[in-house]
């Protein structure tokens, strides 16, 4: 699945759960939900208004922090915003292996062949912004991956931000 990666696209999506695009999602949602009465709780539980500090704001976007349908309304969103636009448009354009690997919002890209990691950083940000979605350009990169890229370096290859793996014991410090 993962041999013969020479490169990384790791990516992170700019305040995610706060952009949500409320009209995409129920469009998304209404592809797989048949029942109009759920579809109408859901829409209710977007648009609730939140209090603080005494004034009642309703959310034209985004999903509750910490309600317990947010991931899995995230996860329908990316599903249809960015993994089947992979599996259907990307992966088949590539000319060498390509693997979305992708966790809530955060996700990395593993890529055989340069110009194909190339391509796919450049088309993204176009596929997002249909979505209402942004790149956080500070966290998003194209590294060289594997051996061959470090062997005769000076230099280590730069930590790869996976923010669902736990972080690696530090040795010798």
């Known amino acids: 699945m ?30 797989r939900i048949g029942d109009p009465w759920i579809l109408c709780l859901i829409r209710k539980w977007l648009s609730a208004g939140v209090l603080d500090h005494g004034q009642v704001t309703t959310p034209e976007a985004g999903t509750p922090q ?62 997002f912004a249909k979505f209402n979605l942004t790149l956080a350009e500070e966290k998003t990169h194209l590294l060289p991956f594997g051996r061959r890229h470090w062997r005769s370096a000076q230099s280590h290859p730069p930590p790869l931000r996976l923010p669902w793996l736990p972080a690696p014991p530090r040795y010798g410090s």
């Open 2 to 31: 993962f041999g013969g990666a020479q490169y990384v696209y790791e990516a992170d999506i700019r305040s995610f759960f706060d952009v949500l695009d409320h009209a995409w999602l129920m469009r998304m949602l209404e592809l």
């Open 66 to 127: 910490g309600g317990p349908a947010s991931p899995v309304l995230a996860n329908v969103y990316l599903h249809y915003a960015l993994d089947l636009w992979f599996e259907k448009v990307v992966r088949p354009r590539c000319v060498g292996k390509a693997t979305l690997i992708r966790f809530a919002d955060d996700f990395v890209v593993l890529f055989q062949n340069e110009a194909d990691a190339k391509r796919f950083a450049q088309a993204l940000p176009t596929r």
